[in-house]
């Protein structure tokens, strides 16, 4: 018989380690986390769905050449097209502001000690003064965007962008002759309180230019409708 020393028998292999088993790593848990991360998101509403059509064109034209961006560093001509209309919209919207206060303030400032009648005259003539700058201002936009290709912007989304337009000014208006007739007065009118007559003469002078506006927010709509049919 044939004696084996201690030294010559074979090791016994190392039992695994179960209780490690199946633990995954660091990186294992951070996709996993990332995962459920994007399926949150992707459950949650999107933020443009009760914009109106104007904001969502803008937030969705935004995105798209955000994205296009860093995939390609391309914009599409979709994206060029409503990046420039709206860029021209803002500043038609700031001007024609601007040039409506400075009618309603001018004619304020002129005949604010005529009599009533005149004054109601004065009012008609502030209500054709500012629907003609209107129409000018609108035409910017109108020439603006008869270069581009039709498909890129249709009368319906230029229709949109001078409604909103006229919206805004119709909403600001009021501040903005305010806050330009404070600016005319010396400093030791501000400190008075303003004559009945001369606030009521500014509102109705505000009131005239408003309905202009609401004026053409009708024949804007009315455009678009009979072109739909």
């Not at 004065?122 to 209107?134: F, H, K, L, P, T």
Request: net charge positive; charged share 25%.
């Amino acid at each position: 018989m044939v004696k084996v020393s201690p030294s010559n028998r074979p090791t016994p292999s190392p039992r695994p380690n179960h209780s490690y088993v199946g633990t995954p790593s660091y990186s294992q848990q951070q996709e996993q986390l990332n995962r459920n991360q994007q399926r949150w998101y992707q459950a949650q509403p999107s933020p443009t769905a009760n914009r109106s059509p104007v904001k969502r064109l803008r937030v969705d034209s935004a995105t798209s050449v955000s994205e296009s961006q860093s995939g390609f560093g391309l914009r599409s001509p979709e994206d060029v097209a409503v990046r420039e209309l709206s860029r021209i919209a803002a500043e038609i919207r700031s001007d024609l502001l601007a040039c409506i206060t400075a009618r309603v303030t001018g004619f304020l400032r002129v005949h604010r000690d005529q009599t009533d009648p005149t004054r109601e005259a004065d009012a008609d003539a502030v209500g054709e003064a500012v629907g003609s700058d209107i129409r000018q201002q609108l035409a910017l936009l109108q020439a603006s965007t008869t270069t581009s290709d039709p498909k890129l912007l249709d009368a319906e989304t230029t229709c949109m962008y001078r409604v909103e337009i006229l919206k805004f000014i119709s909403r600001e208006l009021p501040r903005a002759v305010q806050d330009a007739v404070d600016k005319r007065l010396p400093a030791p009118e501000k400190l008075k309180q303003r004559s009945a007559k001369d606030r009521s003469l500014l509102a109705l002078l505000v009131q005239k230019a408003q309905k202009t506006l609401e004026r053409q927010m009708h024949t804007e709509t009315a455009a678009v409708s009979a072109g739909r049919r």
